[in-house]
């Protein structure tokens, strides 16, 4: 697939469909629209204790779309947990477009003004479909993962898209739901019109994390 467009991927978002590379080194993006689809329901997210105190206590600064393009490149970057990536050059560009129409966002973890970690995904309407996630320093993605959350809670999103349920995203909730139910909540959640950049990240995840302790 080549000569895809920021607005032809929005367009496939809103069908229910994604782009991936085989790759870092492929040229060729692929269009998934697998028939189990993972979320993270945003009222259910497990939040492990010691991961709360590591939140509260403030570790790292969080900043929302900062650096993006620092993220999305940390995100394509080989790990050794991580020795292959998914992340080519045609996605660094397209969702770099994205960013620059206001609808690619990234939550970013800081410490001492070095980018530690972080993820990027794309809202469009009230969903948020997260896309990849990056560690330099432990902990410094799930705090980010946290804060998104908070986010689109405290905003009014009603479904977060983590495509895919793996064994790191699993131990926070995530759940594989069939493809008709997905395009279900998409439907709903494409009608609504909350803003992702409204509110600081202290109210934000004061207001999260009180919550979920009443709760738990």
Known sequence: MTGLTAQLLLRAYAAG???????????????????????????????????????????????????????????????????????????IRLYGVLYDLGFAHSVEAWRDDRLVGGLYGVALGGAFFGESMFSRETDASKVALVHLVARLRHNGFTLLDTQFVTEH????????????????????????TPDFTAGSETEVVDAYLQSITQTS
């Open 17 to 91: 469909i994604f782009p991936m590379a085989e790759s870092a080194e492929s040229d060729e993006l692929y269009w998934f629209d697998p028939e189990q689809r993972g979320i993270l329901p945003l009222d259910r997210m497990h939040v492990p204790k010691r991961l709360r105190r590591t939140v509260r206590a403030q570790r790292f600064e969080i900043r929302i779309d900062h650096d993006f393009h620092g993220v999305i490149r940390g995100c394509a970057e080989a790990t050794g947990d991580r020795p292959k990536t998914w992340i080519n050059s045609e996605i």
């Open 169 to 192: 995203l699993s131990q926070f909730g995530t759940v594989e739901i069939p493809r008709s139910s997905y395009r279900a909540q998409l439907s709903h959640a494409l009608q609504l």
